[in-house]
């Protein structure tokens, strides 16, 4: 079992940043694949970016890349989405989910999930 805990959004203005935490519960954390999602109002969930269990390999999507950087440190059981150059559109419910399949965007293969931060981006 896994328990997730996401911390660190808030009310930014449009070019700024935001680094996400998501703090997991559980001695077995450092085996799970983790992803960072996210949900607009009136919009569906969507992928934003993966970090493999080992932190060797990372995944973005489009809308992001080059802006975000995801990153993991086992000692404090925590990964990381440092949110660069932030834009109106960013504004959401930004959810940390963890699995130990090999999944990427797929939000469906993900059986942990967490409460969720928001983050909110002003023009």
């Known amino acids: 079992q896994v328990q997730l805990v996401e911390s660190g959004g808030g009310l930014v203005q449009a070019g700024g940043s935001l680094r996400l935490s998501c703090a997991a519960s559980?001695?077995?954390?450092?085996?799970?694949?983790v992803a960072w999602f996210r949900q607009a109002p009136g919009k569906e969930r969507e992928f934003v970016s993966f970090?493999?269990?080992?932190?060797?390999?990372?995944y973005y999507a489009d809308s992001v890349k080059g802006r975000f950087t995801i990153s993991r440190d086992s000692a404090k059981n925590t990964v990381y989405l440092q949110m660069n150059s932030l834009k109106p559109e960013d504004t959401a419910v930004y959810t940390c989910?963890?699995?130990?399949?090999?999944?990427?965007?797929?939000?469906?293969?993900?059986?942990?999930w967490g409460q969720g931060t928001q983050v909110t981006v002003s023009s």
């Open positions: 559980g001695r077995t954390f450092s085996a799970y694949h």
């Open positions: 970090i493999t269990w080992s932190g060797g390999y990372t």
């Open positions: 989910a963890a699995d130990r399949t090999y999944s990427t965007s797929r939000i469906h293969d993900y059986d942990y």
